[in-house]
Each structure stands twice: as C-alpha cells, then as structure tokens.
C-alpha cells in the first residue's frame, strides 16, 4: 500500500491540525479516517509518521508518532536559472524541477523572455505546484523560489549566495562538450536557459564574461520545459551519484 503524504506546515507539536485544503482531500477524496497511517511534511526539511485521531467538522488531527529531519543541502546544490515560458508551461518548469531534485528555481528574464505573472497569487499557486510534487516525489524541503530577475542582477545574487558556483548554459554547436559528459565538480552548479528565441549575443557574451560554460544537451532545439527537465534529471543523477 502506498504512503498517503501531506502536508503541514508545523510539525513540532504532539498533535496537529491538517488545513482545510488537506483535510478535504484526505477524506474526501482518499477516505481516510481515525486509525488511518498518514506521513506529514512541512516543505523545511521535516517529515512525521502520524495516526488520524479524528475527522469532523472541527478538522483532522493527526497524533504525531515519529519525525526525520532532512538536512538542508550546503553543497553540490543544483540551480535552474530559466526563462518563464508561456502560459502554464512554467508550471511544469517547477513541477518537474522539484520532481527530479534541483534546489534553487530563479526566472530569468531575457530579452526575449514573454512577460509573465509574478505577483503574490502567481508565487502562492507556484508554492501550491512545489507542495504538490514534493507529496508525490517524496521529498520533504521546497525547493527556494525567487522573484524574476534580470541577467546580470542573477549572477550577481548566485555568486553572492553560492561560493565559487560552476554555470553553464546551452548551446548548439558541436565543438561543445555535452553535458552528459561534462565533469561535475565539487561546487554548487546553475544551468542557464534562455528563451525559446534564444539568447543574444549580448547575453552570451555576458554569461561568458561571467564565466559561464557552454554545453550541450543534445542535437536538436528544445521547449524551455523540457531543456528544464532534461538538464535537471543529468545534474541531479550526476550530483547524487557523487553524495
């Protein structure tokens, strides 16, 4: 039988009251009820085995039997710097980031880059997806999510938060290494992709200037989604093969 995952936004008491939201889903839709085994998360790294004690209309209460606490990662941190594409693709962008692993989602906004939501309602429905795919994945931490930000403003807050951080970005020509094959080090890494229109020469010349490497993830032109998906899987598998 699979685990039934939720999530709660404080674990540190002995007993805890699921939201609205959760609750509904848990008896709603799983029917679920007092006696029922259920695994709660907090998004912050801690995860709880729990016993549904009871479902009314005050709530669930869920007694806490046991918590794990999940670390948060200080090295070999993956970040996905990314220009928001249209519509909901950007939704499956952070879906399928937080599916395969990668720590840090920062939108990228290019010249080319379709202007996107990114008030309140759009972070809160983007902290809704993470939640979402962490219960389905298995992971306990959110990945951090920053507001969009300028090219040159992006390099300068992962250099200021990531010590010594290896970037790469895409490219096409031949002569490049594939990333496949490119050796990781021992540093946190952040892979660069532009819009569908692709970078321009100013931009590449700015990646560059600031150290950038080109890389390769295969022959043919990809959506934003699925170059995010593609190069996360590759970093993710390459960095937790190392740890």
Known sequence: MRTIRLY???????????????????????????????????????????????????????????????????????????????????????EQATELGVDRIVPVVFERTVKQASGPSALERYRKIMISACKQCGRNRLPQMDLPLGLEECLERIRHDFPHPAMLFGGFSSRVIPLCDWPMSDSDTAFFIGPEGGLNEAETKTLRDAGAIEVRLCDTVLRIETAAAACSAILCAKRDSRC
């Open 8 to 94: 709660c936004d404080n674990l540190q008491t002995d007993t805890v009251v699921l939201d609205e939201t959760e609750g509904h889903h848990l008896c709603k839709v799983l029917r679920l009820g007092p006696g029922n085994g259920v695994e709660l998360f907090d998004g912050d790294g801690t995860c709880a085995e729990g016993t549904i004690e009871t479902a009314d209309r005050r709530g669930i209460r869920v007694r806490i039997a046991g918590r794990r606490y999940q670390p948060q990662r200080i090295d070999h941190r993956i970040v996905l710097a990314v220009s928001m594409p249209k519509g909901q693709r950007f939704e499956q962008v952070i």
